[in-house]
């Protein structure tokens, strides 16, 4: 199964599978959302048709790019093509090449429970928590105490 790897930008890391399509823009309504001023509310869609993957520009204000070139309308997306939105850079990957190779820099990450403080929730810390419950993943939240 085709999967769009995040490579930078806010949703680094991130990977969103492709069932049939998945939407991509600045609005939380789209099925992966991209904080970038450059992104359009509605940016572009990626379609799975057979074995097939394309990418739509849905009119997008500053484009779309498939391989640093801008599209217009529907081309064909392939696996290891690089799409770019804004600062966003999403590379389409096969899941099944892929899914036996284990990063060698990963470490596991000891979780550590504080005690319940107040805390300001930025709009990118609400967007990557709905993200996460619509995806059915965890999210995970860092703090720091900064004093004054």
Do not use: W
């Not at 048709?49 to 849905?58: A, E, I, P, Q």
């Not at 005690?115 to 993200?131: F, I």
């Amino acid at each position: 199964m085709e999967k769009l790897l995040c490579l930078s930008g806010i949703n680094k890391d991130e990977e969103y599978f492709l069932d049939t399509e998945i939407s991509i823009g600045r609005s939380a309504q789209n099925g992966i959302c991209v904080a970038d001023k450059k992104a359009s509310r509605k940016h572009c869609i990626v379609l799975k048709r057979g074995d097939r993957v394309y990418l739509k520009d849905l009119d997008s204000t500053n484009g779309t790019r498939l391989n640093e070139d801008y599209i217009d309308g529907e081309i064909e997306f392939k696996i290891n093509d690089y799409l770019k939105i804004g600062q966003a850079s999403f590379k389409l990957i096969d899941d099944e090449l892929t899914q036996n190779f284990q990063r060698t820099s990963s470490k596991r990450i000891e979780t550590t429970v504080f005690h319940p403080l107040r805390y300001a929730e930025s709009e990118t810390t609400t967007m990557r928590k709905v993200r996460a419950r619509k995806n059915n993943r965890p999210c995970y939240v860092s703090f720091m105490d900064i004093q004054s």
